[in-house]
C-alpha cells in the first residue's frame, strides 16, 4: 500500500547559486559525504530530501542529515533514513521508500514513494 508520494525539482544553477551565498547550507543540507558530489547531484539530492519531507506528510522538525541517497551496488540511487525521518516513517507505517533521480537542461528532480 502507498502510504505517500512525494516530488520536487530544483533549478541547479540557482540551486549553485544559493549555496555560494549561504556559506553554511551546505553543512546543513548534506551528510559529509554527499558534500563531495558535483552540483548537479547535490541538486537532485536535495529534491530527493524535499521528496521525502512531502511524502511523510511534510511533518515539521525533519532533519536534514537523517536521510541521504545512496548509489547501490547496481548502481540504483536508494534512501538511507535514521533519526527523525526514520522515526516519522515509523509512525505512518511505511517499511520501504522508492526514489528516482534525475537531472537534464539545468534541472534535478527526485520522486519518493512511501510503502507501508
Partial sequence: ?????????????????????????????????????????????????????????APVGLQWHDATVRRGEDGRPHLQVTGTVEARAEALGVHAMHVSLSHDAGIASAVVVAEG
Fill in 1 to 57: 500500500m502507498i502510504v505517500g508520494v512525494g516530488i520536487d525539482v530544483v533549478d541547479i544553477e540557482r540551486f549553485g547559486a544559493t549555496l555560494e551565498r549561504t556559506p553554511g547550507l551546505r553543512d546543513r543540507l548534506f551528510t559529509p559525504e554527499e558534500r563531495e558530489l558535483p552540483l548537479n547531484s547535490l541538486a537532485a539530492r536535495f529534491a530527493a530530501k524535499e521528496a521525502i519531507a512531502k511524502a511523510l506528510g
